[in-house]
DNA sequence: ATAGGGATTCTC
DNA sequence: AGAATCCCTATT
């Protein structure tokens, strides 16, 4: 399988994979907690003035609506969550702790609000802005972007692209692998855990809507032992 | 372990 | 209005 699927699993946009097309609004369509797992393996692409930077997505958290005591969509429509209770494939970037930007990749339909926290990529491409971006010396490379912060700074993404539509290639997309790449994700098998940083949010917490690419080293940390 | 930092939401 | 909170990272 290269591609995103829908809850049946069939292919949402036909073959061949393109690592350069933006994936259609439907691929976005679906619950938080499919779009989540539908996004391992995929490309993520910033083009802004300083250059092309690209990773491949190895962690995310499905984030639901004002039902989920964990989502910032608990507190129901506000000015900062408005984009998660608007239309799929747009992105919902918000400031943590004063200082650092997260990026979610909103998800469902206009009847439902959600959302996946990106956590962590792979990095594959523009590695030396990357690493200028990020203030870091080549040989940790993997480490670059293993972190929903530390990916935002490797890709310059900040407030300014909250809102942004993520279905044109322009500045911000999601796009297929290459093969080779989406094979490799693909073998390797996902991983799930309760989400980070999420405590407060009562049984919530312990739903396991984070997941990875198992084994992966460029995981923000690691994931609890399965039973 | 804890400092850093500011927008957002909560509580009065 | 002021207080509390926060889907984190880097450094000790």
Redesign the pocket.
């Known amino acids: 399988m290269t591609g995103p699927t829908l809850g049946d699993g069939s292919p949402t946009h036909g073959p061949p994979a393109d690592p350069s097309t933006p994936w259609p609004r439907r691929v976005y369509e679906q619950p938080s907690t499919e779009l989540a797992r539908a996004l391992l393996g995929a490309r993520l692409v910033r083009h802004d003035g300083a250059g092309r930077t690209a990773g491949i997505v190895v962690e995310t958290?499905a984030?639901g609506g004002p039902d989920d005591r964990?989502?910032?969509a608990r507190?129901g429509r506000?000015?900062?969550?408005a984009p998660m209770f608007g239309a799929a494939g747009h992105a919902y970037v918000y400031?943590?702790?004063?200082?650092?930007s997260?990026l979610?990749v909103v998800s469902d339909g206009p009847d439902r609000a959600g959302?996946v926290?990106i956590r962590a990529i792979e990095p594959v491409d523009g590695l030396a802005l990357m690493r200028t971006r990020?203030g870091a010396a080549p040989g940790a490379d993997m480490r670059l972007a293993a972190?929903?912060?530390?990916l935002c700074q490797a890709l310059a993404v900040d407030r300014a692209l909250d809102g942004h539509d993520l279905t044109a290639a322009d500045r911000l997309w999601i796009a297929d692998a290459d093969p080779v790449t989406a094979a490799r994700i693909a073998d390797a098998g996902i991983v799930t855990g309760p989400?980070?940083?999420?405590a407060?949010a009562g049984d919530w917490a312990s739903r396991p809507w984070r997941f990875g690419v198992r084994g992966h080293p460029s995981l923000?940390r690691p994931f609890p032992v399965e039973p």
């Open positions: 958290e984030y964990a989502s910032h507190a506000t000015r900062r969550t400031l943590i702790y004063g200082v650092h997260c979610n959302a926290l990020r972190g929903p912060a530390r989400r980070v940083g999420v407060y923000s």
